[in-house]
């Protein structure tokens, strides 16, 4: 259903709600995996926009515990765990509040870190 929009007008992909939420925010923080990677296949620049609080899906994705987003966002560009948000918290931040995410997020920052040094 998501690639039959996309395929008649894919610009709807960077469409912003007065919140600054895109289309990928609401599927991160819901869950569904499909829809991200279906957004993400079609416009990867998609991944670091930010909302009016200064929070990417990848945001969203950690605060609604969903693992498997939380990994396709990072795949598409691990830059995007440095992002902090207008309250100065990156989406590890977030984690360790959540726990559910903190293993993948810590895993994801370690090979980050190195990959910079």
């Known amino acids: 259903m998501v690639n ?26 819901i869950g569904y995996h499909r829809i991200v990677k279906a957004l993400i296949e079609r416009d990867p620049g998609i991944v670091p926009i930010k909302d009016r ?13 969903n693992t498997d987003v939380v990994e396709e966002l990072l795949m598409a560009d691990v830059s995007i ?3 902090r948000d207008k309250k100065g ?12 995410n903190f293993g993948i997020m810590k895993h994801r920052r370690r090979g980050f870190d190195e990959t910079e040094a």
């Open 53 to 65: 609080k200064g929070q990417t899906a990848l945001h969203m994705a950690v605060k609604g515990k």
């Open 4 to 29: 039959a929009i996309l395929d008649t007008d894919d610009s709807c992909i960077r469409i912003v709600r007065k919140n600054g939420k895109t289309s990928l925010h609401t599927a991160a923080r």
């Open 89 to 100: 918290n990156t989406a590890l931040h977030i984690a360790t509040w959540k726990w559910e």
């Open 81 to 83: 765990l440095n992002v």
